[in-house]
């Protein structure tokens, strides 16, 4: 396997294998990154509807900031499946460079790992997506009954 590694020059050291890790990590990054900024849109737009809907006394229409909710935990799911499949991806990248069996063609395929049907179920069972929309919808809904009312 040695022969393998420096026939190819794909070590931990080689800078295309480093320039991959660093593609990989930006990737992962910038999912991490969305996740977050989905959460900081959906709690504006949750909160401007809550407003308007007390503004006009018209509790029963405080239930449309509902839907931003769903919507908005369906992109953070996404968002956190592919952050997963990245790291996936890393994870198996860096396991072929140290067993020696990264080849050449390795280097070309920056993709997720995992089947992503799965990953997303497992997104939504993460805390970081249900603890946080759990919490806004019960609060949605506290706001509909007791204080809009």
């Known amino acids: 396997m040695p022969e393998h590694r420096a026939q190819n020059n794909l070590s931990e050291s080689s800078p295309s294998v480093q320039i991959h890790l660093g593609i990989l990590?930006?990737?992962i990054?910038?999912?991490a990154s969305n996740s977050a900024s989905t959460k900081a849109w959906c709690i504006t737009i949750v909160s401007a509807v809550l407003v308007i809907v007390a503004e006009k006394?018209?509790?029963?229409f405080a239930l449309l900031a509902l839907l931003p909710t769903i919507l908005f935990l369906a992109l953070d799911a996404y968002y956190l499946?592919?952050?997963k499949g990245f790291r996936n991806s890393y994870t198996s990248f860096v396991t072929k460079?140290?067993?020696g069996t990264l080849a050449p063609r390795d280097l070309y395929?920056?993709?997720p790992e995992?089947?992503?049907c799965r990953l997303q179920f497992e997104a939504l069972e993460s805390f970081s997506v249900w603890g946080f929309y759990t919490v806004l919808i019960v609060l949605i809904l506290?706001?509909?009954?007791?204080?809009?009312t």
């Open 114 to 116: 995992g089947s992503m």
């Open 97 to 99: 460079v140290h067993d």
């Open 29 to 31: 990054e910038r999912m």
């Open 109 to 111: 395929f920056v993709v």
């Open 25 to 27: 990590q930006g990737v």
């Open 57 to 60: 006394g018209k509790p029963n």
């Open 142 to 148: 506290l706001a509909r009954w007791i204080v809009l």
């Open 81 to 83: 499946a592919l952050e």
